[in-house]
C-alpha cells in the first residue's frame, strides 16, 4: 500500500506559477509510473501529466503542454508538477496518482491516489 499526499497548491493570480508536490510512503514508490489529475468542481476527474519511472517518458494533456512540467525525485519518493502560465480554467482540486501498469491517462489505469491540493487561478 502507498500513501499520497500532495501539497503546494494555493491561491494564485493569472500568469502566475505553482509548484506541487506529491510525497510517497509505504511500499516501495520509485518503480512505478506516476500521474496528476485534476477535478473541477461539477466535472469528471481529467488527466494532467503522467512520467514513467526514470523519468524517461513524460505525457501531457493538450490543455496544459508547454506549461506544466511533470518531474520526479525517487530518492525523496517525491513526484512534482511546475504550474507555469497559469489560467482561471486551471483551477481545481489536485490529486496524484500511482499507475497500476504502463502510462495510462484513464483514471481507471491507477491505484492509489491521494487526497488532493487545491489550486485556485483568479482572473
Known amino acids: 500500500q502507498v500513501q499520497l499526499v500532495e501539497s503546494g497548491g494555493g491561491l494564485v493570480q493569472a500568469g502566475g506559477s505553482l509548484r506541487l508536490s506529491c510525497a510517497a510512503s509505504?511500499?516501495?514508490?520509485?518503480?512505478?509510473?506516476k500521474g496528476w489529475f485534476r477535478q473541477a468542481p461539477g466535472k469528471e476527474r481529467e488527466f494532467v501529466a503522467v512520467?514513467?519511472?526514470?523519468?524517461?517518458?513524460?505525457v501531457y494533456a493538450d490543455s496544459v503542454k508547454g506549461r506544466f512540467t511533470i518531474s520526479r525525485d525517487n530518492a525523496k519518493n517525491t513526484v512534482y508538477l511546475q504550474m507555469n502560465s497559469l489560467k482561471p480554467e486551471d483551477t481545481a482540486l489536485y490529486y496524484c496518482?500511482?499507475?497500476?501498469?504502463?502510462?495510462?491517462?484513464?483514471?481507471?489505469?491507477?491505484?492509489?491516489w491521494g487526497q488532493g491540493t487545491q489550486v485556485t487561478v483568479s482572473s
Open positions: 509505504g511500499r516501495t514508490f520509485s518503480t512505478y509510473t
Open positions: 512520467i514513467t519511472w526514470s523519468g524517461g517518458t513524460t
Open positions: 496518482a500511482v499507475a497500476r501498469v504502463g502510462v495510462p491517462r484513464d483514471p481507471a489505469g491507477f491505484g492509489s
